[in-house]
């Protein structure tokens, strides 16, 4: 498997412009997540799906970020309009759903979208 | 909420000498943790993890032992590379399908 894959990897943009930032689970993968990393906040979850459906999306900053998984191969993070302080790595991240008495789930990452909103 | 509390970067060592990054958590369930890695211009990789109290995980010379008394996961290498500069992260996850909480990250800079 060639892991997974994120496009693109490096985006400029200017400032109002929209963003769409794209993920390619694992195959066979059933839960995706998208993570912000930046210097000052770290790592932060975003959303992440279960099965295609959105579990949790407290992590979304603001009405301006929306993400899809339309299929189980494919999910999409979009920011519009972009604003400066979006500039991070974005990280999409994929992994089986554990069972109730299994051990956590482990997340395979993607090599991150680099993002810069001038 | 669950968290996790790494020791802050950067860290720079010599080559083989021995390196310690404490982490500490805080949970209200009894989760599994994990360390992952970051090199530079790629993603995070899972380096190891444990799921009960005093599991130890171990790989690529490093090791951790799940310390439930502590409530800590302290990362650790008798003898450090030039190719193991790279972010460390600790991070923890309750059983059964909840995302992993991360803590932010600790930068490693090994020099020959």
């Known amino acids: 498997d060639a892991g997974v894959i994120q496009s693109p990897r490096h985006e400029v943009t200017e400032m109002g412009q929209e963003v769409t930032l794209r993920c390619k689970p694992i195959s066979g993968h059933n839960s995706l997540f998208w993570y912000r990393q930046t210097m000052m906040r770290g790592l932060e979850l975003l959303i992440y799906f279960n099965n295609n459906v959105p579990i949790d999306d407290s992590g979304m900053p603001e009405d301006r970020f929306s993400a899809k998984m339309p299929n189980a191969s494919f999910s999409t993070l979009k920011i519009q309009p972009s604003e400066p302080r979006d500039s991070a790595v974005y990280f999409c991240?994929?992994?089986?759903?554990?069972?109730?008495?299994?051990?956590?789930?482990?997340?395979?990452f993607g090599a991150g979208s680099r993002l810069t909103v001038l | 909420g669950d968290s996790v509390t790494q020791m802050e970067g950067p860290v720079t060592l010599s080559e083989e000498a021995c390196l310690t990054i404490n982490c500490t958590y805080t949970a209200t369930g009894y989760p599994s943790l994990f360390w992952y890695v970051q090199y530079p211009g790629e993603g995070l990789q899972l380096l190891l993890k444990?799921?009960?109290?005093?599991d130890k995980g171990s790989n690529k010379g490093f090791e951790a032992t799940y310390r439930k008394e502590t409530t800590s996961f302290h990362l650790e290498k008798g003898s450090v590379q030039v190719s193991d500069s790279a972010v460390y992260f600790c991070?923890?996850?309750?059983?059964?399908?909840?995302?992993?909480?991360f803590g932010k990250g600790t930068r490693l800079s090994v020099i020959a």
């Open positions: 991070a923890l996850s309750d059983r059964g399908n909840t995302p992993l909480v």
């Open positions: 991240a994929s992994s089986l759903i554990p069972g109730i008495d299994s051990g956590a789930n482990v997340l395979t």
């Open positions: 444990a799921t009960k109290a005093d």
